[in-house]
């Protein structure tokens, strides 16, 4: 059974750093593409970070409302994917979602909070 349980959300103050990690069971992290994703309240959940397989060189794609703010990675030993954020803004405030896919499966976590306070 494949398993996908993300942590680190919280309550913060706007520039404050959250780091976000999703951890995994029932399937090997680097042979995915991995990817986070938001959800707002009253919005469509969207695609917030990428990181490609291991084998697809691990390439990594941001949407423009968080370059240079957040980073995600990939701890392959670890078998876990992460989201550094940094300097938190109101409006990054959401349900994060990790989400790991190859062209035959797709798994989402139950999502982890980050609400960011003005």
């Known amino acids: 059974q494949v398993q996908l349980v993300e942590s680190g959300g919280g309550v913060v103050q706007a520039g404050a750093s959250l780091r976000l990690s999703c951890a995994a069971s029932?399937?090997?992290?680097?042979?995915?593409?991995m990817g986070w994703y938001r959800q707002a309240p009253g919005k469509q959940r969207e695609l917030v970070a990428t990181i490609t397989s291991r084998t697809s060189g691990s390439r990594t794609q941001y949407a423009d409302s968080v370059k240079g703010r957040f980073t995600i990675s990939r701890d392959n030993a670890k078998n876990t994917m992460y989201l550094q954020m940094n300097s938190l803004k109101p409006e990054d405030t959401a349900v994060y979602y990790c989400?790991?896919?190859?062209?035959?499966?797709?798994?989402w976590g139950q999502g982890t909070q980050v609400t960011v306070s003005s």
């Open positions: 989400n790991a896919n190859t062209y035959i499966n797709n798994f």
């Open positions: 029932g399937i090997i992290l680097s042979f995915n593409n």
